[in-house]
T-cell receptor, first 114, second 113 residues
């Protein structure tokens, strides 16, 4: 069964350092999402891609966060510099098309900023 | 602004009992309402979903009840099992917008033996 892949699964970094997360969506899925999930909360959208284009990044803190999906397949989310408040689970999800119903999540990257 | 409100925050049910989680929304443009199940250290997985043209959908032990006029929907887990212990998220989506799901804050369910 096809799955959304994410790496690393866990990351510990010191504040002010740079950190990057990688996501490989299910093959053929044009829509890709990055969510942030704070412990005890629901996922909150950071950025949505349709192929290589950003559809919605209104909740992405652009002073420190960046995301790219250069070839419309895999994607990278970067934080620079990391802050203590960035400690969270970063989830990637994909859908076949932006109007499709079923959205599949990856296992997430647990980030701890010390 | 939280577009989907979920309650309770946590729930303890005995094995064999019924677990009920409730959600409410305001945006009448939402037309797809999924429930996700998340185990510790894992990403959320789609459990069951409903569209507002039906009032109930059942899959195995899981049932969604939908009340369009009240803008509320709920998840019922019948014959709850310890393996159902997880966090459950409701969500809502406007399929015409193409934008992302709006999630509730989650309910942590513990089913005791």
């Amino acid at each position: 069964e096809a799955e959304v892949a994410q790496s690393p699964r866990y990351k510990i970094t010191e504040k002010s350092q740079a950190v990057a997360f990688w996501c490989d969506p299910i093959s053929g899925h044009a829509t890709l999402y990055w969510y942030r999930q704070i412990l005890g909360q629901g996922p909150e959208l950071l950025v949505q891609f349709q192929d290589e284009s950003v559809v919605d990044d209104s909740q992405l803190p652009k002073d420190r966060f960046s995301a790219e999906r250069l070839k419309g397949v895999d994607s990278t989310l970067k934080i620079q510099p990391a802050e203590l408040g960035d400690s969270a689970m970063y989830l990637c999800a994909s859908k076949k098309t932006h109007l499709g119903n079923e959205q599949y999540f990856g296992p997430g990257t647990r980030l701890t900023v010390t | 602004q939280q577009q989907v409100k979920q309650s309770p925050q946590s729930l303890i049910v005995q094995k064999g009992g019924i677990s009920i989680i409730n959600c409410a929304y305001e945006n009448t443009a939402f037309d797809y309402f999924p429930w996700y199940q998340q185990f510790p250290g894992k990403g959320p997985a789609l459990l069951i979903a409903i569209r507002p043209d039906v009032s109930e959908k059942k899959e195995g032990r899981f049932t969604i009840s939908f009340n369009k006029s009240a803008k509320q929907f709920s998840l019922h887990i019948m014959d709850s099992q310890p393996g159902d212990s997880a966090t459950y998220f409701c969500a809502a989506w406007n399929s015409n917008s193409g934008y992302a799901l709006n999630f509730g804050k989650g309910t942590s369910l513990l089913v005791t033996p």
